[in-house]
């Protein structure tokens, strides 16, 4: 019988958290005996950010950057660059291995793969979106009186349009069970017990978490922190280190990693249902995330554009194969549009080229590629990565911004060496032209109409009738 495949992707989870390297350090007992009994590569990276763009190279192994498609966006929010459905044209990784007689499943709060138009659900025999997560339009109304009060400074819904939708969704959560996060793996625990006897199968189990707000249950953040009596800033993203007392700093930081600390609970038990329904010998477990996001390391919490470092760009990706027990690391660089062919050699499975390769060499997964750089992009940024620098530039205006990060006496990439190699800025610099196929400054033939969240003009219009 082939082997099954259960893919679990994980939103805005940093590697070096995971493998404790990180600037802080958090238990995960599941996720670490997981990634015991694998294969790791642990110098992966996004080839196209954030969320739609990353998730869009696993389903198809086809690159999302340099930006190319000019699709209708409007309605969707956000409507970032890369920010489209799957192209009709791109074959997607459920529907090759529905085609080759497996049982396909999709379980996911990750609310933008589900907007209109966007493709995801193409080849699964059956989906579940589980709904409320951030601004998901799931709930309406109105927030009580004060609602915003604990968690912002200035709580007026119509400046915190994300924060307050996301409130509208969970107003009636009361146990751990009822956290999406948890809600999104009993599901997928369930599928797993209804397939059990329909094998093969392919089950993508994607968490939006621990995406923001970082609101996981307290008690996994005060296993951590003790007691805190101040705001607790679950949607962080953009406040800067002189925005915060150094408690409510570390607070956030503490919400953070209690929500990694949830997540690993809840894939344990996923990991324990394929044993209890006795799947797990002919089960391939991959682990994924999509990004990472800052904490304080560059003076801010989230990520960026601008910010193309490690901590924002590096992906988890580990495979724990059946027939080859036990943890092997990985060093070649490899990206995220290498996840859909590699799988499909796991399963043995033909499929026409892509833009990603095969990184799993059968019986020497340790084997260097011949990739020496890599490129990676965000809106109107890029990033060129080898083992030695990361050079980020604007390249729609490259005098504006054009910075290099020695990595080996600077992991951490604080500091700006670009004046002091400039025949290696002319090298990277090439490097992205020669890729994008065309000099610096770069134009890109894709059309983004920006977007409003609707529960922003809902609080605005209530605000103006008030």
Known sequence: MPYNLVVICLDTFRWDLLNHRGPVRV??????????????????????????????????????????FDYDTEGLWPTGRGW???PPEQQTLAEILLNHGYQTGLVS????????????????????????????????????????????RDPEPHKHPILTQYLL???????????????????????VRDHREAQPFMLWVDSFAPHEPWDPPRSYVDSIDGLYEGIEFIYPAGLQTNDLSSAEAQRVQHLYLGYLAFVDTWVGKLLTSLQTAGVWDRTIVVLLSDHGTELLDHGRFGKYPSHLFRHNTQIVWTIRHPQHPGRQEVASLVQSHDVFPTLLS???????????RNVWIEGNQGREQDRPWIVSGWDNYASVRDKEWNYIVNFE????????????????????????????????????????????????????RPGIAPVSRYYQALNLRD
């Open 346 to 356: 796991c399963l043995n499975i033909e499929y026409q080229t892509v833009d990603g």
């Open 84 to 86: 489209h459905k799957i």
């Open 169 to 191: 969704n969970i107003r009636d959560r009361q146990r751990e069970e009822q956290w999406l996060t948890a809600r999104v793996f009993r599901r997928a625990m369930q599928w």
């Open 109 to 152: 709060d990750t609310y933008h793969m589900f907007k209109p138009t966007m493709n995801f659900t193409r080849g699964f025999l059956a989906y579940e979106f589980i709904r409320g997560y951030e601004s998901d339009n799931y709930r309406s109304g109105r927030l009580p009186v004060g609602a915003l009060q604990s968690f912002v």
């Open 397 to 448: 205006d490259p005098e504006a911004d054009e910075r290099l990060y020695e990595l080996i006496s600077d992991p951490g990439e604080q500091r700006d060496v670009a004046a002091m190699h400039p025949e290696t800025v002319r090298i990277m610099r090439e490097h992205l032209e020669g890729f994008l196929g065309q000099k610096l400054p770069a134009w890109l033939p894709d059309t983004v």
């Open 27 to 68: 238990a995960l007992p599941h996720l670490d005996a997981l990634r015991a009994d694998s294969v790791e590569f642990v110098e992966a990276f996004g080839e196209g950010q954030p969320t739609i763009p990353v998730r869009r190279a696993y389903f198809t192994g086809q690159r999302s950057f340099p930006w190319r």
